[in-house]
């Protein structure tokens, strides 16, 4: 069984990696939001990624809020982007769920990060393993309803061949938020 996964897993990121060598190498890549509630047995963030945090969340939502999950998983999503280098593949996710440090959520504040729990996965010979455990910041991909400065909010990646590191950035309205700034060593 887990043969056959990893072996989708290598196919699914394979397609994704053709669309990482399409940009220069080192170019910055919006991370992609991620709807965790609906269960897969392929998804690399739900089989590799995050699987003790949506387990934690199914039962926190079944204990607390006595709420059935009916075949689905609690409220999580998560931001993924997907590195591939010769045989090694990275996957930089954040996930956003109760435990993270939200930012402002009224109609009358502006636009902040969530400070949430960040991991980087590697995949290589058919194994995958986190190799970073951190935080990171989340901020929802813009709808056509915010103002324009905003339509290019989110967080951004980038792998850094030549110093293998990983860097993150966040841009709200345009500008670059610096608490949301990471370089991590994937060596």
């Known amino acids: 069984m887990s043969r056959r996964l990893i072996a989708a897993l290598v196919l699914m990121l394979s397609g994704a990696a053709g669309a990482v060598h399409a940009q220069s190498e080192?170019?910055?890549?919006?991370?992609?939001?991620?709807?965790?509630?609906?269960?897969?047995?392929?998804?690399?963030?739900?089989?590799?990624?995050?699987?003790?945090v949506i387990r934690e969340v199914n039962d926190y939502t079944s204990r607390e809020f006595k709420r059935p999950l009916n075949g689905k998983n609690g409220w999580i999503k998560a931001l993924s982007a997907f590195f591939r280098q010769g045989e090694k593949t990275y996957i930089?996710?954040?996930?956003?769920?109760?435990?993270?440090?939200?930012?402002?959520?009224?109609?009358?504040?502006?636009?902040e990060p969530s400070m949430c729990p960040l991991r980087i996965a590697l995949i290589e010979k058919g194994a995958a393993k986190i190799i970073h455990s951190g935080t990171g910041c989340y901020i929802d991909p813009p709808d056509r309803n915010m103002p324009a400065s905003n339509q290019h909010d989110g967080i951004q990646v980038r792998l850094d061949p030549a110093t293998g590191q990983i860097q993150i950035r966040a841009l709200i309205g345009g500008a670059l938020v610096a608490e949301c700034s990471r370089t991590i060593s994937l060596r």
């Open 26 to 52: 080192g170019a910055w890549k919006s991370m992609t939001p991620v709807d965790l509630r609906e269960p897969s047995t392929t998804d690399p963030l739900q089989t590799q990624v995050w699987p003790d």
């Open 92 to 111: 930089v996710s954040t996930a956003l769920y109760r435990k993270c440090d939200s930012g402002a959520n009224n109609a009358g504040s502006g636009i």
